[in-house]
């Protein structure tokens, strides 16, 4: 099982759009946590478990795309 997983990318600044391939199966708590800058995530996976936390604090965040 392939996982994004607790606190991975949480503060980065410099994300601004991320691409979640397909071979994701599941994203962690607090996976993308604080990142500011966050503001387009695409999920290639329909069937991947998102923890509730996972984007927490990402107030920028303006588009989703689940296929």
Request: include cysteine; charge should be negative.
């Amino acid at each position: 099982m392939v996982i994004i997983g607790y606190d991975a990318f949480a503060g980065c600044t410099s994300l601004q759009t991320i691409i979640i391939p397909k071979s994701v199966e599941r994203i962690g708590p607090f996976a993308f946590s604080n990142c500011s800058n966050l503001r387009n995530v695409v999920i290639l996976n329909p069937d991947i478990t998102i923890e509730s936390t996972a984007f927490y604090n990402c107030p920028n965040i303006s588009e989703v795309t689940i296929p």
